[in-house]
């Protein structure tokens, strides 16, 4: 079958959606991410990639820490909120109504709606043309009862797959008829909804 040429781009899939936290305290912020990977075994490490224009670029720098929160495939919305509006505009706590709670290890908050957290500590900060890489220790794992299999693991299948991105070109926000006031209003109709009953 012939070929056709593109242009380069970060072309992968499936490509993971997570949401992450960084700060602490009332300077906790939220970003959604879709640069993200698993790049070491022993000891176990995860490696994010931000734009230093971003506000949690300078909360992980800074402080070294952060927390990958892996959501339900149904949260969507909220991901798709914080992912694209500011910490400096927006209270996103209040928007989305997620909840922090308290890390075990670091400072940064895990996300309660979230089915595993994954509390991480940056041992290198690679600077690249676009972004900050920030290559981080697993130094904490937490996970709903719901999402372990019989072994005790973290299971996709019962996480529901989680949550990937729909565009193989790793892009920094939804490009589909893109509307960021519709997006809130979704956002807050989603946050009213987190008082009916949710997974068991």
Known sequence: MPKVSLTPTTTLFPVAV?????????NA???TINRIASCNAEPPMISISIRPSRASHDLIDQSGEFVVNLPWGDMEIATDFVG?????GVNKWRETGLTPLPAAVVQPPLLGQCPVNIECQTRHTVRLPSHSLFVAQVVA????DAVLNERGEIDIALAGMGMAYRAAAVRERPVDNFRPEELRRQANLWRDNLATPQKQ
Not at 18 to 26: D, P
Not at 84 to 88: D, G
Not at 141 to 144: G, I, M, N, P, V
């Open 18 to 26: 997570a949401l992450v936290t960084c700060g602490e305290g009332e």
């Open 29 to 31: 912020n939220i970003l």
């Open 84 to 88: 694209t509006t500011s910490v400096t």
């Open 141 to 144: 794992l937490h996970a709903d």
